[in-house]
């Protein structure tokens, strides 16, 4: 029962060719790779470097990945906790967590810190009907005294993201803690088009399988959606017994992911 402690950490072999789409967030997220590369050149420079970045979006935009992505372009070491994970925890147990996870990250430098869900516990403080937050706040408390004694000089960037950004309590957005905004956006025809070459990239594809069509036939899709579309693609194929993935697979796949139809799969004797 590991919830006393950090989660393992790595570096993730995920970087920005990994994302499809998402140029701007990207963009802005892959300023922050030289620094994480060459902390102490900024140093020098006088520098001022962002300590806390805050990616919001809709669930499946890519958020978690990005966040690794980064690190993976950098080279660093990956810490991440979730928001939900302090919700009915006993009472100290997500402050002491956050503290630990701090220092380790501080101790194996640069790195990222990665708080997924921040929401859950970043909500403005105050507003619950009476008590039975305390275990939030604290933890909430503790996040905004590790950022505050940040001296300047640690290479640690902290990534929080969160799908309810109107929530979140303001002492969290103030200058020197999440001041600054990256917005990950649901994936257009073209993005998504990116999405299904990217998660098929060692799939065999029939030829008459096309992405075009695909894509424009699964508006408001996710990058998570996506995947799951090719993959639910691939099982249709396996099931075939195909030796390759055809249209017809990614269309069922869709149709299945669309109806949210729950099949029963026929038991071979
Ligand atoms: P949530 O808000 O639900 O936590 P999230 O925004 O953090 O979601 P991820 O967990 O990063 O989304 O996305 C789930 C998976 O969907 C990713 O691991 C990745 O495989 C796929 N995915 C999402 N967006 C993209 C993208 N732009 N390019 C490629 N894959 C993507």
């Known amino acids: ?50 300590r806390g970045v805050l990616m919001m979006g809709p669930p499946g935009t890519g958020k978690t990945l990005m966040a690794r992505a980064l690190a993976g372009e950098a080279g660093v070491r990956f810490y991440s906790i979730s928001g939900s994970e302090f919700i009915e925890v006993f009472v100290g147990v997500g402050a002491s967590r956050v503290r630990h996870l701090f220092e380790e990250a501080k101790e194996n430098s640069p790195a990222i810190i990665f708080i997924d869900e921040l929401d859950s516990i970043g909500r403005t403080r ?24 940040f001296s300047g000089h640690e290479a640690i960037i902290v990534l929080g993201a969160t799908n309810r950004p109107d929530v979140l309590d303001p002492a969290l957005l103030r200058p020197g ?19 299904l070459k990217v998660h098929s990239r060692k799939m065999p594809l029939d030829d ?61 004797p």
């Open 126 to 149: 105050g507003t619950g009907l009476g008590g039975g937050h305390d275990e939030r706040e604290q933890t909430l408390n503790q996040i905004l005294a590790e950022m505050d004694g």
């Open 1 to 50: 029962f590991l919830r006393g402690s950090p989660r393992k950490s790595d570096i993730p072999n995920v970087n920005f060719d990994d994302v499809a789409g998402q140029d701007s967030a990207k963009r802005e997220v892959s300023e922050l790779v030289e620094f994480l590369k060459h902390p102490s050149h900024f140093r020098q420079l006088g520098a001022e470097v962002p």
């Open 208 to 268: 008459d399988v096309s992405f075009e069509q695909l894509s424009a036939g699964t508006p408001g899709f996710s990058g998570a959606d996506i995947k799951n579309l090719v993959n639910e693609a691939a099982m249709f194929a396996a099931r075939d017994k195909a030796d390759k993935v055809c249209m017809a697979h990614f269309d069922e796949a869709r149709d299945k992911l669309m109806l949210g139809t729950v099949r029963t799969l026929a038991i071979q």
């Open 177 to 195: 803690r999440f001041d600054r905004h990256v917005v990950l956006e649901l994936p257009d025809r073209n993005d998504r088009i990116a999405i």
